[in-house]
């Protein structure tokens, strides 16, 4: 850290010892001084770099590679601290494109990396499977806690409504599409008044439905939005869509801000121009591919170390991407 060098006051002078004279500055000085410890590389934790360190005892330290760089600033912008609170809502006017894989994936990413607790929502009225993806089990916990929320006065009676999977805390949707049918916007403005009690960062996976009650009180709630497509025209299209929706409804700055993600599903046709399909989402804040994985597709329990490398990879951006996003107007 860089000292400033003030220049020394000679003491009181005995005829008049209200005066103070100031020494005149040397040729050349400047008023700061140099660093006094060089800058140290960090120390490696992979490939031959990292094998380098160890057997030499630390006297080689060769720094990081340029990938190496790349994570761990990517983590460490993953674990920037919360002053305030984060919704993070899910969405997009399309079904079957992934959303709740992103949703479930990304929360994970979060939660292994963030100092701070994470919470995922499952607010699809039409039967979420959230914590199906997350934990492996068919549960019921919105409606449930929608019901009972104003008797919900401590942590413990929170967790009563939720399943936990790793540091990730849920709160399972509801499989029975009648029920998800009746909660109302009011239903969620109360569970989030319960849950930001005890959360400060929330991810919400939502239903397509841009009408049902709702989605109202998750938008409003809502601080960044990811909008999961499929890597395809179509898909394109109903990001864009779900761009121009949020503009036209009063939420410009969840438009501007947005995050794409296009999830490859299936082997895209060559005649498909991948360059004009990401021009077409130029109003996107952000634009990340997750590439084909199988594990994605599936449908099953999603276990983070079964994801291909780069399926990771894409999921870890976005989690940064959303992070980025914290205390932005």
Not at 88 to 99: D, M, R
Not at 154 to 159: K, Q, R, T
Not at 256 to 265: E, H, P, Y
Request: aromatic share 6%; with cysteine.
């Amino acid at each position: 850290m860089n000292s400033s060098a003030h220049q020394p006051t000679l003491a009181p002078s005995t005829a008049d010892s209200t005066a103070s004279i100031t020494a005149p500055a040397a040729p050349g000085r400047v008023d700061w001084a140099p660093p006094m410890i060089r800058e140290r590389p960090r120390r490696p934790r992979d490939g031959w770099r990292a094998q380098a360190y160890t057997l030499t005892g630390g006297r080689w330290n060769p720094g990081l590679s340029a990938k190496e760089a790349r994570t761990r600033d990517r983590e460490q912008q993953i674990a920037t601290q919360l002053r305030t609170r984060h919704v993070s809502a899910f969405f997009c006017l399309k079904g079957g494109i992934s959303k709740t894989s992103t949703t479930a994936a990304t929360s994970i990413a979060l939660s292994d990396l963030r100092p701070d607790p994470v919470f995922a929502l499952d607010a699809n009225p039409d039967a979420g499977d959230l914590a199906e993806r997350l934990v492996g089990e068919k549960l019921s916990g919105i409606t449930r806690l929608a019901r009972d929320v104003e008797n919900v006065n401590s942590l413990a009676e929170l967790s009563r409504y939720t399943a936990t999977s790793g540091r990730l805390t849920v709160l399972p949707g509801e499989p029975n599409p009648t029920l998800g049918a009746s909660l109302s916007s009011v239903d969620f403005e109360n569970i989030m008044h319960v849950v930001q009690r005890y959360y400060s960062f929330v991810q919400v996976d939502c239903g397509t439905g841009v009408t049902h009650p709702l989605m109202g009180g998750i938008l409003r709630f809502a601080n960044t939005v990811v909008i999961p497509a499929a890597w395809s025209i179509t898909g394109a299209k109903r990001a864009a869509e779900s761009i121009a929706w949020l503009e036209e409804n009063g939420f410009e700055h969840l438009a501007r801000t947005s995050i794409v993600v296009l999830t490859a599903k299936d082997i895209v046709s060559r005649s498909v121009d991948k360059e004009a399909v990401t021009a077409h989402l130029w109003k996107a804040g952000d634009l990340i591919v997750v590439p084909a994985d199988p594990h994605v597709a599936d449908g099953a329990l999603l276990e983070w170390d079964a994801l291909r490398p780069a399926t990771r990879e894409a999921y870890l951006d976005i989690a940064a991407a959303i992070t980025a996003r914290f205390d932005r107007p």
